[in-house]
């Protein structure tokens, strides 16, 4: 199974760009900032970067994030994430970035831009195709959200694909960002909010329907509500389900107890994907072999989990129609 998951191409669809970054990444960062105070020596680094608890997580995260100070720091970000990628044959990504945290960081849009840049054309060189999804920072409000429109609609970089909107749901209704949504997509932009992966179905129906998402981040909720669970599938509306996150988060208790089953069970178009790679100890290929351990899949149950990241990426047809036809033709290669 393991060297079926490696040879199928596959798409990540959920994964944040400052959250991708390996261990071999930060410590090239920490020893050109050392300022930031992130350890500058391998083994003390590794120590630093293995999860504890979600705490420790976001003092990793923000320690990451303090590093990236101008286009030479995100071009860093961006290749490491691509040869992770590239290593385990993910042929296409849609990367969320958040532009609003690296201003509020004093790294300008040109920087940020001219690192994405240069960064996804390089990935292009190891094989690997970025695409940007541009995301609101929910806990920094609307000004974050009128930042973050602003900066995609008035710059629109090459890959942009979606709008997306992260960070905590407690307390962050999704619906007062309605407005940004409809604006992103009026201008050709599709709607990926997160939604549902720390709160409940109500969140998901809101996200669906005051921000017409297209695909929804986690969606682990939907389970709670059969109605819900019943229009996804109907729908087919897909989620992006980051399995290991879940259980680091704790949202699930382990990854046989996460309802990704129901979701299949269900109907619904389930996605697999990594959130916060390394800061979690996932890869996309981690993911897809403990999906398939957790529920027994066969490795034609394995072959759709890949086909429904093809199918709900925002790649154009013709894109699509090849990755899907070498996908059959791994799956014909081991029948
Ligand atoms: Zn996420």
């Known amino acids: ?44 680094l590794e120590r630093f970067y293995t999860f504890r608890d979600f705490d420790h997580f976001l003092k990793v995260y923000w320690a990451v994030q303090s590093m ?42 040109d920087e940020v831009l001219a690192g994405l840049e240069s960064g996804r054309a390089a990935a292009a060189a190891l094989g690997v195709e970025l695409a940007w999804c541009f995301d609101i920072p929910g806990e920094k409000g609307l000004v974050a959200a009128r930042e973050t429109l602003a900066f995609a609609l008035n710059e629109r970089p090459e890959g942009l ?30 709607c990926v909010p997160h939604a549902g992966e ?51 988060t704790r949202q699930v208790a382990s990854i046989e107890a996460h309802p990704v089953r129901r979701m299949l069970e269900a109907g619904v178009v389930v996605t697999v994907n990594t959130d916060d790679p390394p800061f979690f100890g996932a890869s996309l290929e981690g993911e897809y072999l403990a999906v398939a351990s957790a529920l027994d899949l066969s490795h034609a149950d394995v072959a759709r989990l890949a086909e429904n990241a093809v199918l709900a990426s925002f790649l154009p047809n013709p894109r699509k129609t090849s990755l899907l036809e070498e996908i059959s033709t791994v799956l014909a290669a081991v029948r």
Request: aromatic share 6%.
């Open 198 to 248: 720390t709160t409940g179905p109500e969140t998901i129906w809101s996200a669906l329907r005051d921000l017409k998402a297209e695909r929804i981040g986690h969606g682990t909720s939907c389970v709670d509500d059969p109605a819900l669970l019943a229009h996804l599938a109907l729908k087919g509306i897909p989620l992006e389900v980051c399995p290991t996150s879940n259980v680091r």
């Open 1 to 44: 199974m393991r060297s079926f998951i490696h040879a199928l191409p596959k798409v990540e669809l959920h994964v944040h760009l400052v959250g991708s970054a390996s261990a071999d990444t930060v410590l090239e960062l920490a020893r050109r900032h050392p300022e930031a105070g992130v350890p500058t020596d391998r083994a003390e």
């Open 68 to 109: 990236l100070k101008d286009r030479h720091d995100i071009h860093t970000l961006v290749v490491g994430l691509a040869g992770e990628l590239a290593r385990q044959n993910v042929r296409y990504a849609e990367v969320t970035v958040t532009p609003y945290n690296h201003f509020l960081d004093g790294v300008s849009g």
């Open 161 to 190: 694909v979606s709008f997306g909107l992260g960070g905590p749901e407690t307390g962050v209704g999704r619906a007062q960002f309605a407005p940004f949504f409809a604006a992103a997509r009026e201008a050709g932009l599709h």
